[in-house]
């Protein structure tokens, strides 16, 4: 699409790429309605994280939290416990503080703004434009990376600008914001993808310089380590550690005890594989008589299940459930 578009060729955009969203959205439970609670929930989860991933959290989630009073109410134990699995807990504990704020400080009610958004803890730009524009209609353009792939191709760029903000906005439609800001990130997730985009399907690709992939970097290569733990029972009760409360990640969340290393000459109960960004962890679990420490504590499976774990530490226990009721 040329720099310098009429606004002809810019409300043809627009109308081809709102057809193309109402035709083929994906049907998510987030987008049943505009009710700002459920839009904003959905977008803390979906950062850094895919939608596939969130579907399941998001109705566990909701059900136990269904607005934002019983957020506000919940202890944060709680709330960490219904997020364990998805990850950047300090997602979960600024929107649990930006909950207590809404319904101290404004009555309960949401910030109909970006701008006002953006005052609340653990909200970015993006998120506050995407809530403000999905939920209230306001006329602002959200930028993630799927929109920043959209756009770099569309004009051709073969890395992001600092004019990728103002672009999205002279793009955006200021009629259907919301629907518009969704369409732009649906296109970059289910068409124009990252790798091998499905261009012959792209109902803006008229509007495309660069229709393809751009030459992409070497990406560095993933780190491997292994981790070993510790499976410690006692008369039908698995033994959990707490990590400190000023820990630098997932402070105060619960873990099966680490190993140093591996005991000698024992065979593991189970190897699973774990990923975090860069690295792909082996992960090697015992069983083992094991000492308690003061910061550890025994729990049944009925209390392990609602307790704030660390998503390894539930995958390792969901995976040995029969040894560790």
Request: hydrophobic share 40%.
């Amino acid at each position: 699409m040329p720099v310098n578009r009429s606004e002809a060729e810019l409300s043809r955009f627009r109308r081809d790429l709102l057809a193309w969203y109402d035709a083929h959205r994906r049907d998510l439970p987030w987008r049943k309605d505009s009710n700002p609670y459920r839009v904003w929930v959905s977008e803390i989860m979906l950062q850094q994280t895919r939608v596939a991933a969130v579907l399941g959290h998001y109705a566990r989630f909701m059900k136990r939290f269904p607005n934002v009073a019983v957020l506000a109410r919940a202890r944060e134990q709680s709330v960490l416990a219904a997020w364990s699995g998805l990850g950047y807990y300090h997602r979960a504990r600024r929107m649990h503080q930006a909950a207590k704020k809404i319904v101290r400080d404004r009555g309960g009610r949401f910030p109909a703004s970006a701008e006002e958004w953006m005052e609340l803890p653990g909200i970015g730009r993006y998120t506050a434009a995407a809530i403000a524009s999905i939920a209230f209609g306001e006329a602002v353009a959200a930028v993630d990376g799927n929109v920043v792939r959209v756009i770099g191709r569309l004009d051709g760029a073969t890395k992001g600008t600092g004019s990728t903000n103002s672009r999205a906005q002279e793009l955006l439609d200021r009629s259907r914001p919301g629907d518009f800001n969704q369409a732009m990130m649906e296109l970059g997730a289910t068409v124009c993808t990252p790798r091998a985009p499905k261009c012959l399907l792209c109902p803006v690709r008229p509007w495309c310089r660069t229709r393809g992939e751009h030459p992409k970097c070497a990406q560095p290569a993933r780190k491997s380590k292994q981790l070993c733990y510790a499976l410690v029972q006692k008369r039908g009760s698995v033994m959990l550690v707490q990590r400190s409360s000023n820990a630098r990640l997932m402070a105060g969340m619960w873990e099966l005890p680490q190993l140093r290393e591996p005991p000698e000459r024992r065979q593991p109960l189970a190897r699973l594989r774990h990923s975090i960004t860069d690295t792909d962890y082996q992960i090697l679990v015992f069983q083992s008589a094991g000492l308690e420490t003061p910061n550890s504590r025994w729990f049944t499976g009925n209390q392990w299940k609602n307790l704030a774990l660390t998503g390894l530490a539930r995958k390792i226990l969901g995976t040995l459930a029969t040894y560790a009721h």
